[in-house]
């Protein structure tokens, strides 16, 4: 007797294993040459950047930058406000799960918390705490039975739903653009800050990463080198990602900014009213391929026995993305000395998960919004300030139904912020957020890898005709796989029909 099983290739994905690390990172910060001594710190910002992943042996070495932006009071007569942009490299070490080749990694990084002292005039120490998250995704594919070809063999397949990885990548997105000053904001001698947001991520149609760069630069004015000015601009962002199978079924896509350069141009009267910006985008994306896919799951022959070798896998039976929009308010306690508040010369958020936790009913997220301000004290004679905060958030997206069984990544994203001056020495701060939750919905099935021991059935003399009285759980399947005789015959010979399994007790002809 030949008994083929048809095979179809199915990719599996699941993550292996999920590390966190936090990692203290100390800077040494030298005041440039060309600028004056540090009199105090007003404020610092600072983000870490990934930029290499190389494995070892066992050993998966996560590498990048820290990009610190301190703005400082000098120690000169005119006590001017200036700035320093420095980065410094970093390196954590992660395990590489044993005995997996083919694994992608997917890296979070954030900066908790920073610490910026002044050692003397000319030197700085940072102390700066990074966070990493590292999953490893072990991407496999197994061969699943989903047809088996015999002499009066039978057989029974189910249909289910399967969304494969078709593609993981990432796609560098250089930015380079001309801005021009608003008409009544005065020529740049020095740019001081330049705070930068990626909002509004999506992927169109034909694979265009659309996005929003959200730019809040700080100058120094030609006209005046007491004085500070800022300037806000939003710059679209547009570009194919040229992926490799256009026939999928979804995309998920998370951009994270991984360098923004700004520095004054000249106009065509030789004024620097144009600020030149060239950055880099890294847009990583998962591109998933939902089948519907034929199972064998049991069978037999009426002639011979067999067992069909079975593999218990998890698969992914669904890819989506549950987005909801929130506000955070917050009132900001400022110190203004003996002074009040006066003017908010320029306000930078930026949004931090800090947890997620999946209980099968919904996803629990707290977050933390890190407040970057600048602002002035004084009536006749303005002083600035600055102060970097946080406002903490917590959040509750309820699931769609409950499915302990799902893996879930959470991203947040500020649409818009914006800031009122609420009294003497408090700023009200308001941000519009979105938290973005991809979901994989996973379920544990068993899949038919194999066909062993056929061998000729041993022959049992039954009677022509055979009542059986149906017991509960009873299916046709079963009974037929019992008696070893074809489904169709037993509704033929019955007056039944296969959507309807037979009522414990009901008496069933099985004719020889």
Sequence with gaps: MAVELIKKPISLYQVIDEQQKEELVETGIIVPDSKPDVLDILAVDVSAVVKTREKTGRVMEIGGELCYQVIYRADNQEQSIEAINVSAPWSVSFSYPAGEENVHTIVRSTVEHTDVEIINGRKLGAKSVVKLNVKFLAVQTVEAGENLQGENVYQKADQQEIAMIEDIGERNINISELLELPNNKPAIEEILYCGAVLRDVNVSGNDTLESVLELNILYRPDNDSAQVENAFFEVPVSAKLDLDNMYYTSLTVNGTI?????RPDEDLDGLLTRIRIDGEIC????VYASENVNLV???YATDYDFELEKKPVTVSVEEKDISENIQVNANLPLECGNDTLQEVQCVCVKPRLLSAENDGNGIDVTG???VFVLYGTGSDMRVLRGASQEVQFTHRIALPEENPAC???VQLAVNSSSHDIRSGNELAIKADLTIKAHLS???????VTGV????????????PILIYYA???DTLWSIARKYRVSIQKIMNDNGMTEETDPAAGQKIFLIG
Excluded at 283 to 286: G, K, L, R, T
Excluded at 441 to 447: L, P, R
């Design 258 to 262: 991984r360098s923004v350069n700004a």
């Design 283 to 286: 847009a990583e994306y998962v």
């Design 297 to 299: 799951n049991d069978a």
């Design 368 to 370: 933390c919004l890190n």
């Design 407 to 409: 893996d879930c990544d």
């Design 441 to 447: 919905v996973k379920a544990k099935i068993n899949i």
């Design 452 to 463: 062993k021991g056929i061998r000729p059935a041993e022959k049992k003399e039954n009677p």
């Design 471 to 473: 017991q509960d759980g």
